[in-house]
């Protein structure tokens, strides 16, 4: 399954395709800071959100990609790698 192209400050970017299931985990840095962690089951990586994007598949607000990263068992996993 693909995503949209999606328009990050008035440039074209086609997004990679989508892993599912997937899994979210929000996590609250301060009052005024909160990014979603985002991981598709065999994926391969993880993306970094800033603010409570949700259950959302797009690309709203990515701020980072974490390349490397095994596949999740749980939602325990996607919270224990947003940490590191």
């Known amino acids: 399954m693909r995503e949209r192209d999606a328009d990050f ?3 074209a970017f086609v997004t990679k395709e989508v892993h599912l299931p997937m899994a979210w985990h929000v996590e609250v840095v301060s009052s005024r800071e909160v ?9 391969g990586f993880l993306t970094v959100h800033a603010g409570d994007i949700g259950t959302s598949h797009g690309n709203a607000h990515l701020v980072d990609t974490v390349h490397g990263v095994g596949d999740w068992a749980d939602e325990a996993d996607v919270a224990a790698q947003a940490r590191r």
């Open 9 to 11: 400050g008035g440039v």
């Open 35 to 43: 990014y979603t962690v985002r991981w598709g089951r065999g994926a």
